[in-house]
């Protein structure tokens, strides 16, 4: 079997909104980068030398309603899910991000924009052998009824599931399944989109979040129902929006991930204790050549 290659983008692309929790706008630009640079986001408005973050599970400064990542310096950029969602949907490997302010647009609370963004730049394929992490056991994280895990798979990609609950009978019970297989992403998550309750609203921007939330980038549910006047892109775009994000918080394991997602009510904090948990046991995972067989050719993680 052929071994793949790793990729970039083929041009710079640009995109400008505000963020949904500072409400500051900010204009973010996908720049294509070298082989083995990974994902790296850089604040062109910090001081020089001190904007460039890298896009791990140990960049995780918080996990509040998003994932914000932070360097050495103090200077972070925050809801980073979507977009980095959007990128390993793609299965682009290295990115240069230069976003002028503290938090990644919200655009209209999916992935779609972004997305489409990365599919006008175009893919250009690199020299360098494409790495993925092989999982070779199982990995769990529980926090009282939320529960996720990684586990063994014969599939060369990941395959998730996950199962939501709410009281509110406008979401109730939903779960899905799926392999973010070439295409399945755009065709099964990128347009759902992030939501909240409207009973939230005012508690949430007293504590300095939700400030750039309305009804064009977000879901909201208030006592009869959806209040956004299209109502739902799909019936249970809210499970399929948590799956969204944990194809995101995944990414920051630092390569593709082969094996399986499932979890119970998971969260930005949860899948980043699952992330990090995974890293630090060195048994259970592996690298591996993409395209080349897991039996015949893996490096075990260095202790």
Same mark, same amino acid.
């Given at each position: 079997m052929a071994v793949e290659r790793q990729t970039t983008i083929s041009r710079k692309v640009s995109c400008a909104g505000i963020g !949904?929790?500072?409400?500051?706008?900010?204009?973010?630009?996908? $720049?294509?980068?070298?082989?083995?640079s990974g994902i790296r986001f850089v604040r062109v408005d910090a001081a020089p030398g001190t904007g460039e973050i890298s896009a791990h599970a140990e960049s995780v400064s918080d996990t509040q309603l998003g994932t914000t990542l932070s360097n050495e310096h103090g200077v972070s950029v925050a809801v980073v899910e979507h977009l980095l969602a959007a990128v390993a949907g793609l299965g682009i490997? $290295?990115?240069?991000?230069?976003i002028d302010?503290? %938090?990644?647009? +919200?655009?209209?609370?999916?992935?779609s924009v972004f997305y489409e963004l990365l599919l006008q730049a175009g893919q250009r394929t690199l020299g360098a052998a494409r790495r993925r992490i092989r999982i070779l056991e199982k990995v769990e994280m529980r926090e009282g009824p939320k529960r996720a895990t990684l586990s063994p798979s014969h599939n060369d @990609?990941?395959?998730?599931?996950?199962?939501?609950?709410?009281?509110?009978?406008? +979401?109730? @019970?939903?779960?899905?399944? /799926?392999?973010?297989?070439?295409?399945?992403?755009a065709r099964d998550l990128a347009f759902a989109r992030t939501y909240g309750f409207a009973r939230d609203v005012e508690m949430l921007?007293? /504590?300095?979040?939700?400030r750039g939330g309305?009804? %064009? $980038?977000? !879901? !909201?549910?208030? %006592?009869?129902?959806?209040? $956004?006047?299209?109502?739902?892109? +799909?019936?249970?775009?809210?499970v399929r929006h948590k799956m969204l994000d944990a194809v995101g918080d995944l990414m920051l394991a630092g390569a593709p991930i082969a094996g399986d997602y499932d979890a119970v009510q998971p969260g930005h904090a949860l899948n980043n204790k699952l992330v990090r948990k995974l890293l630090a046991t060195p048994s259970a995972w592996c690298w591996e050549e993409a395209g080349v067989h897991a039996a015949t050719e893996v490096v075990r993680a260095a202790v």
């Open positions: !949904v929790h500072s409400g500051a706008r900010a204009r973010l630009t996908l $720049n294509p980068a070298l082989a083995n490997d $290295n990115l240069r991000i230069e302010g503290p %938090e990644v647009p +919200i655009m209209d609370g999916s992935s @990609v990941l395959t998730l599931r996950a199962r939501i609950e709410y009281d509110d009978q406008h +979401i109730g @019970v939903q779960q899905m399944a /799926m392999r973010l297989a070439p295409g399945m992403f921007r007293a /504590m300095g979040l939700a309305s009804l %064009e $980038n977000a !879901v !909201v549910i208030g %006592e009869d129902g959806v209040m $956004n006047p299209e109502g739902l892109r +799909i019936e249970d775009e809210f």
